[in-house]
């Protein structure tokens, strides 16, 4: 009996294979350029957090808007002040878009072996990033 392979290389066209994570890169292009040109430090452009409106407290994605405009405006470490586990999440997602797009051309499926261990993982990362900025001596994680 021959082997099938599990995922059909030779009948998909490469253009069909890349439609998906072209969209999803054009979604995501066209989200930081909205944010790129609508400046969230004015106010009255984007809602306020409801945690840190309700609480004070900072949560994890507090100044991920800022954290967004200042990288799309080359602001590096300005970005990075505004939060620095946004930064982390988009060079994340620049690396896994283009493993996926690379394995797409090859007609291979993206495979993410995520466990519960790593996302244990994230999830402590998560809950250490927003207790450490919430305390006094992690006023360099204020956004």
């Known amino acids: 009996m021959p082997r099938t392979a599990p995922w059909p290389t030779a009948s998909v066209p ?3 294979r890349l439609a998906v994570p072209a969209a999803v890169l054009t979604a ?3 989200a930081f350029a909205y944010v790129g040109a609508v400046d ?8 306020v957090c409801p945690l840190y409106r309700l609480t004070g407290l900072y ?3 507090c100044g991920g808007l800022r954290s967004a405009h200042a990288f ?3 602001d590096l470490l300005t970005a ?5 586990l946004g930064v982390a999440a988009y060079l994340g997602f620049a690396v896994l878009w283009a493993v996926w797009a690379v394995r797409a051309a090859r007609g ?3 495979r993410v072996g995520l466990g519960p261990a790593h996302l244990w993982a994230a999830g402590a990362v998560l809950l250490v990033f927003t207790v450490v900025r919430n305390l006094p001596s992690g006023g360099w994680l204020h956004p």
């Open 14 to 16: 490469a253009w069909r």
């Open 28 to 30: 995501v292009a066209a």
């Open 40 to 47: 969230p430090n004015e106010p009255g452009h984007y809602p």
């Open 59 to 61: 949560c994890p994605g």
């Open 72 to 74: 799309v405006h080359g």
């Open 80 to 84: 990075l002040r505004d939060n620095a």
């Open 108 to 110: 291979r499926p993206l």
